[in-house]
């Protein structure tokens, strides 16, 4: 049981550029989410989608786009990367009948020059 | 703004000793979950705790929740060094869909 897949680990974009982070889970879990996790700021929530065909922003979506593909997919899309978004991006998500847990991947390591 | 605050940011302790942790809040909660970080890894779930619950237990770790004061602690007893970790408690703010992290706390347990 792989849980929660993302890719890729790393990445390094030059301004400008445009890359989307993919994301899968095999749980059947109806939630999906995306954070970014910066040094000494937590993990701070960029989009989330409850269910198939639903996406929502969360704290900081500026910059990003994301995509519900399906139940078991969900994707992050950065237009034209910025060196601010430089970050380690964590995919999530969260079964229905489950009380709010998260289940993680391993994160996406992304470098903007 | 993070949701939740966690005390201290670091903490180094020796092998076998307890540590103790400490998350405050902002707003009104339905739980409050804790959350484990080994370096270079996602998060992994450790317990939750519903606002109306004051006191709950997994293994080695004991987390309390004190709605009035809007905070939790969670103890980890008989510390080993592979409790070496970033801790962060997450609240759902509210809302169940939308976890809300603190800062995290920076455990070192030193053998």
């Known amino acids: 049981n792989a849980g929660v897949t993302q890719t890729p680990k790393f990445q390094v974009l030059k301004t400008g550029q445009s890359m989307t982070l993919q994301c899968a889970q095999d749980m059947n879990h109806n939630s999906m989410y995306w954070y970014r996790q910066d040094p000494g700021m937590g993990l701070r929530l960029i989009y989330y989608s409850a269910s198939e065909g639903t996406t929502d922003k969360g704290e900081v979506p500026n910059g990003y786009n994301v995509s519900r593909l399906n139940k078991r997919e969900f994707s992050l899309r950065l237009e034209s990367a910025a060196p601010s978004q430089t970050s380690v991006y964590f995919c999530?998500?969260?079964?229905?009948?489950?009380?709010?847990?998260?289940?993680f991947g391993e994160g996406s390591r992304l470098t903007v020059l | 703004s993070q949701q939740g605050e966690e005390d201290p940011q670091a903490l180094s302790i020796q092998e076998g000793e307890n540590a103790t942790m400490n998350c405050s809040y902002k707003?009104?909660?339905?739980?409050l979950q804790w959350y484990r970080q080994n370096s270079g890894r996602g998060l992994v779930h450790l317990i939750l705790?519903?606002?109306?619950?004051r006191e709950k237990h997994s293994g080695r770790l004991r987390v309390t929740l004190d709605t009035s004061k809007k905070s939790s602690s969670l103890l980890i007893t008989a510390s080993r060094a592979a409790d070496t970790a970033s801790y962060f408690c997450a609240t759902d703010r509210g809302g169940a869909q939308k976890l809300v992290f603190g800062q995290g706390t920076r455990l070192t347990i030193n053998p």
């Open positions: 999530a998500s969260m079964g229905q009948g489950h009380t709010g847990e998260l289940f």
């Open positions: 705790i519903r606002s109306n619950e």
């Open positions: 707003t009104s909660i339905n739980n």
